[in-house]
């Protein structure tokens, strides 16, 4: 759904991003993370055609945005970090504005904008200015403008900056819905255990480089793709692991090791993890745990930048 | 179906800008300004109120009517607002009813009141035909469409400066932008001081009404441009081109109106025209448009690659603007005669009689001067790129304006001071002494060598 090929900008003498490559499929909720002026910004802003590709290439929907940026604005809702929003008019005049200058001919517009409402949960004050909302309250409305017109991808830059706790929930909620409603989100973040509640994927980028893409499970979101399994058992003897690595060799990548832990990473579907457990009772080796774990991402992001 | 309908971006800024409240202000602000007028014993009552009805024009269409629509688009930046509105369908003839009219649109509903005013009393007093009094108002009113749309445009070009995420300053440059437009438009600016004195009754409304009307098109064309280019539609060179080609020849018909100047060669003034413009104008451009040096690589490797269609959707207009400098000089030096300028006024013609230098393309006097000038626009557009690899983004425009003070008027009036006259001027600035080039050209050469040395850190 989302390719991003050799992606470079430059931006006042800095490289803000650096041969940045990626591909996204539909469905699924990234979490960008990296440090300040890592890139984040300039790379949503790129994909969003905010920002003008110096090279590379970036492919949504099968839709070359450098030919044809008008037609990805049609299916893309982005959501800037100050949420964009005019601070004197009134809920209600803020969707009907976006939906009239988002969606063609546009037909039932008071009904666009009510369900709009409901869906971001702001049609309680969809008739107060946007002054008098809380932040929480004016991200939300920010929300219902980039997905006024059901866009396919929906890029949020650093949505929960300044949210206070319930807030947060409420956003993650937010974004799952919009998930099951088959969007595809994007969502920039510092706070890394918001993220974990609803991300499929992690993408990490450093001084405008991209460290790591990685798929990620357990997440409330459902997705489901690389899998981290930790055995626990008495004695695991070296020639089994090895037996064990030969036998699995293109499935399983051993993470860590100790005499008594293994954790490995399963390359295939989570529901064949059943041969490997077969495998190691067959072998004699003592099984006392063996399941599947939950990366912590803030856990995994430290370990990345610190390697890489 | 409405306008509001049709245009979303005029309805909301209506939203934005009309309450009752600030409907009913502007009339009784403007007609408590009349009432005071009025009291004054001084003048044709009528006469006098048609003048202060066209001031209140001015104020409020031109100088805060163009502030409004500068600003409006720099807080459309900075509030984020103006990524949206980027995202949108919205085609760019919506944004320019939108921004023009419905961003100032309290500017331009003080100025048809304004307008009715000028029209009852300039009906009822002594001045001016209807005629006029219906030329000159078109004429301000076109008058304030070229400025509101360059104003749009420069803040256009302005927030190409940002980041995404740091806030741009609003209001420093108004003030030069308007002068220089003001300026650009020589009609404009002779007209506002003729209009708003009672005293000076020869002058030529149709001259200026064609003038206004004609800079008009083109700030309204150029402002569609910037904004296909903002909403991600490709743009092409040529339309700048063909401004510069055509501003000259209108220029030309009005300096030879205005000025007594007689001439013979008139294709000669054409080109002088064409060539102050084009330095005056890729000065400005090089102050306005975005010279960062990521951008001027990309644009060397696109020359390299011999990417056409690119160079042409994408090249800066000063690159464009640089040629016409040159064959705007180069023309003038092959058709310059000082014999065939005469000037009905003998203080100009004495000056021109003064001048100390040899006609003809033969002379060695006058290829200094044309040499000399090119190197010194050539080495100030080196300075500007100099400083495009400083640090320091956001004060380059300051400093290169000081640079070019301190170069052009500080510097050459030490030298002045110190008794050395032409020998030390022209290492400041162009003048007709054979091998006067030499300076700016051994400049441009340190200043080359040092930016290439930066450009491949």
Redesign the interface.
């Known amino acids: 759904m989302i390719s991003v090929s050799n992606l470079s900008h430059?931006?006042?003498?800095t490289l803000a991003l650096n041969n940045v490559s990626f591909e996204i499929k539909d469905g699924a909720i990234v979490g960008l993370i990296g440090p300040n002026g890592s890139g984040k910004?300039?790379l949503l802003?790129c994909i969003?055609?905010?920002?003008s590709i110096?090279t590379g290439h970036v492919v949504i929907d099968g839709i070359d945005i450098q030919e044809s940026?008008?037609e990805v604005?049609?299916i893309?809702g982005?959501l800037?970090?100050?949420?964009?929003?005019?601070?004197?008019?009134t809920v209600r005049?803020c969707l009907?504005?976006?939906a009239?200058?988002?969606?063609?001919n546009v037909q039932n517009l008071d009904v666009i904008v009510k369900q709009t409402a409901i869906d971001a949960g702001v049609f309680e004050f969809i008739d107060k200015t946007v002054n008098t909302l809380s932040r929480g309250m004016r991200q939300r409305v920010g929300i219902a403008?980039a997905i006024i017109h059901t866009p396919k991808i929906v890029l949020l830059d650093e949505p929960a900056s300044g949210l206070d706790p319930e807030a947060r929930i409420a956003l993650s909620q937010l974004i799952i819905q919009l998930k099951n409603k088959g969007m595809t989100l994007i969502v920039s973040s510092h706070i890394l255990a918001e993220l974990e509640d609803y991300c499929t994927e992690m993408i990490i980028l450093k001084e405008g480089n991209l460290i790591e893409h990685t798929q990620l499970i357990n997440h409330k979101s459902g997705g489901t793709s690389k899998n981290i399994i930790k055995l626990v058992a008495e004695n695991i003897r070296e020639e089994i692991i090895k037996s064990f690595e030969s036998t699995f060799e293109n499935s399983v990548k051993i993470l860590e090791k100790t005499p008594t832990e293994i954790l490995f990473e399963l390359n295939e579907e989570i529901t064949k993890q059943h041969l490997l457990l077969s495998f190691l009772i067959q072998q004699g080796v003592e099984v006392k745990e063996f399941a599947a774990v939950k990366r912590n991402l803030q856990e995994e992001y430290l370990k990345t930048m610190q390697a890489k | 179906m409405s306008l509001l309908e049709k245009n979303?971006?005029f309805?909301?800024n209506i939203?934005?800008e009309i309450s009752t409240q600030r409907l009913i202000m502007m009339p009784l602000i403007l007609l408590m300004v009349i009432l005071l007028a009025s009291m004054s014993p001084l003048g044709n009552t009528y006469d006098k109120l048609t003048n202060i009805s066209y001031f209140g024009m001015v104020v409020i269409l031109l100088f805060w009517g163009s502030k409004v629509a500068y600003s409006n688009i720099i807080q459309e930046y900075n509030?984020?607002?103006?990524?949206?509105?980027?995202?949108?369908?919205?085609t760019p003839k919506q944004l320019i009813v939108g921004k023009l009219i419905g961003a100032p649109i309290y500017n331009w509903y003080g100025a048809v009141i304004c307008l009715l005013l000028v029209f009852i009393f300039g009906v009822m007093g002594e001045y001016s035909s209807i005629l006029d009094i219906i030329v000159n108002s078109v004429s301000t009113l076109l008058l304030g469409i070229s400025l509101l749309s360059v104003s749009i445009l420069f803040a256009l070009l302005k927030i190409r400066e940002g980041?995404?995420?740091d806030k741009l300053k609003t209001g420093q440059i108004f003030i030069l932008l308007i002068l220089f437009c003001f300026f650009f438009n020589s009609s404009a600016f002779s007209f506002m001081f003729n209009r708003l004195s009672v005293s000076a009754k020869n002058f030529n409304t149709w001259k200026v009404f064609g003038e206004n009307l004609f800079y008009a098109i083109w700030a309204i064309i150029g402002l569609h441009q910037v904004l296909r280019r903002e909403?991600?539609?490709k743009n092409k060179s040529y339309l700048w081109v063909l401004f510069l080609v055509t501003s000259s020849f209108v220029k030309t018909i009005v300096l030879m109106d205005s000025m007594s100047v007689i001439i013979d060669n008139y294709v000669f003034v054409y080109f002088v025209i064409l060539s102050m413009q084009a330095i005056s104008l890729f000065y400005l451009l090089l102050l306005i448009e975005q010279n960062?040096?990521?951008s001027l690589?990309?644009l060397l490797r696109k020359i390299k690659e011999k990417n056409y269609p690119y160079l042409n959707y994408n090249a800066p207009l000063w690159s464009l603007t640089f040629p016409f400098i040159v064959i705007g000089l180069i023309s003038s030096w092959i058709l310059f005669d000082k014999n065939i300028l005469r000037f009905e006024d003998l203080w100009t013609q004495e000056i021109i009689n003064n001048i100390k230098i040899e006609a003809g393309i033969d002379s060695f006097e006058t290829l200094s001067l044309l040499l000399s000038l090119l190197f010194f626009i050539l080495r100030d557009f080196l300075i500007m790129l100099l400083l495009q690899?400083t640090?320091k983004?956001k004060r380059i425009g300051a400093a290169f304006i000081l640079y070019l003070f301190l170069l052009y008027v500080v510097f050459p009036g030490f030298t002045t001071s110190l008794g050395s006259k032409s020998i030390g001027l022209q290492l400041f600035i162009p003048l007709p002494i054979v091998g006067s080039f030499f300076y700016p050209l051994f400049e441009c050469v340190v200043l080359f060598l040092i930016i290439r040395n930066k450009f491949k850190k």
């Open positions: 430059e931006f006042q003498n910004t300039t802003r969003s055609t905010l920002q110096q940026p008008r604005h049609k893309i982005y800037s970090d100050n949420f964009g929003l005019y601070d004197d008019l005049q009907e504005y976006t009239m200058s988002h969606i063609e403008q | 979303p971006e309805k909301k939203w934005l509030d984020r607002t103006w990524d949206w509105q980027r995202m949108s369908i919205l980041n995404g995420r909403l991600n539609y960062e040096i990521s690589k990309i690899t640090s983004k």
